[in-house]
């Protein structure tokens, strides 16, 4: 095999293993971002449920006690941070702080989408738990179909960003391996290639 096509053959190699490496980051990350999306909104729509019965009750200091004690015990059971807010984006209980502790919602992207009568996501830091998190929102309507509130479920992006890592990682690690043996067998055909001409020369020089 000439040094042409061995050359030819590992610059293949390397150009198959680089474009595989990014579809697979791609197709992981993608993949799992959904499904994780998918998870928070069935959650949201369990929480719509569990708290329908609260929802009706008058607006007293009373009932967000009681919305606080039912997210937090939503919470614990899925590890999940939920969040109920009026139509306004004021926040009415959250599983995780003190309601009049947080800002208003209403201008957070996911909440704006749900407000649009649609579930809605968005990742984003938080500053609070200082990490990227995922948040899923969703209306909640009244008896008429008029969206009176917004319930968002929210988990950490931590998982989905360390195994993405550990698989670039292996990748790149794959990469400069190819890499390497290339070089080296760049190396050993050229000193294949010199080796005549330094014994011609050594010849020569002998003559």
């Given at each position: 095999m000439s040094r042409h096509m061995i050359l030819s053959f590992l610059f293949v190699a390397i150009s198959s293993i680089t474009l595989l490496g990014i579809y697979l980051l791609?197709?992981?990350?993608?993949?799992n971002l959904t499904k994780q999306t998918a998870d928070l909104n069935r959650s949201a729509k369990v929480a719509e449920i569990l708290l329908a019965d609260a929802l009706q009750l008058p607006d007293t200091p009373e009932r967000h006690q009681h919305l606080a004690q039912q997210?937090?015990?939503?919470?614990?059971?899925?590890?999940?941070?939920?969040?109920?807010?009026?139509?306004?984006?004021?926040?009415?209980?959250?599983?995780?702080?003190?309601?009049?502790?947080?800002?208003?919602?209403?201008q957070r992207p996911e909440v704006q989408g749900a407000l649009q009568h649609a579930k809605?996501?968005?990742?984003?830091?938080?500053?609070?738990l200082k990490e990227n998190m995922l948040y899923v929102a969703v209306p909640v309507y009244d008896s008429e179909?008029?969206?009176?509130?917004i319930i968002?479920?929210?988990?950490?992006?931590?998982?989905?960003?360390?195994?993405y890592s550990e698989i670039r990682n292996t990748l790149l690690i794959a990469l400069a391996g190819t890499m390497l043996l290339a070089l080296l067998v760049s190396l050993l055909l050229a000193?294949?290639?010199i080796h005549p001409i330094r014994q011609m020369t050594k010849d020569a020089l002998a003559i």
């Open positions: 791609e197709f992981f990350y993608t993949d997210l937090h015990s939503i919470s614990t059971e899925t590890a999940l941070r939920i969040t109920l807010m009026d139509a306004s984006g004021k926040v009415l209980a959250d599983s995780s702080e003190p309601a009049e502790s947080l800002d208003n919602h209403l809605s996501s968005a990742i984003r830091y938080s500053t609070t179909g008029h969206p009176e509130g968002r479920t929210a988990s950490s992006m931590t998982p989905i960003e360390a195994t000193r294949r290639q």
